[in-house]
């Protein structure tokens, strides 16, 4: 199964390119510059390719930042603090962001002559973005069927999508994924901000999973409050 990631250069994208790497089923690796206030997370994304010897393709897709407002991961947004899934991290949705990545991506995978093309899409974004949904993931996977019919057989490789963070940090701990070396925090800064719904996330994922943590978070103690409003534990 040779398959094409869309990777981010995240904790899941990267987990599952080690995951498939390990099973010897990783082609390559595609990322994107949306014009994203974290691009440094395309960074670790190219980092990660060279660590598993396949080719890397970065996309440039910057001028999206200019046609699709109104995100905090693109637009003059202050990206909120607290849980992921507080209804705040609606503001960090970037319209149809999926959808656009990986019929790039598809396309990709087909000149090439992949089998696959795989996305970390997982449970735990499904209060937020809709484009990573099973509803989204199922109907993509059909209509990239017509799209390429007589051309190419492309799947779309999901293994994450009705698993949660914490499933996804044990995966990537099985396949020796070295977690400092992905990136998460939606602020970009010089290291993890520890506040953000990306960060709480992370961090509650390591320990819900029962995982050492690697990452240097700027207040590494706020995500304990932010789980607790929230009504975890």
Known sequence: MKTTLVCSGGLDSVSLAHVLAADGHLSRIVSFDYGQRHR???DFAQACARR?????HLI???DLAFALKGSALT???DVPDGHYAEETMKITVVPNRNAIMLTVAFGIAASHGDDHVAAAVHGGDHFIYPDCRPGFTDAFASMQRAALEGYADVGLHVPFVHAS??????AGARAATPFALTWSCYKGGDRHCGRCGTCVERREAFDMAGVLD???YADPDFWRQAVAAHGGA
């Open 165 to 170: 963070k914490a499933d996804i940090v044990a």
């Open 52 to 56: 598993l010897s396949v080719p890397f």
């Open 40 to 42: 440094k997370e395309v």
């Open 60 to 62: 440039d897709l910057s």
């Open 75 to 77: 637009d003059d947004i």
């Open 214 to 216: 690697p990452t240097s």
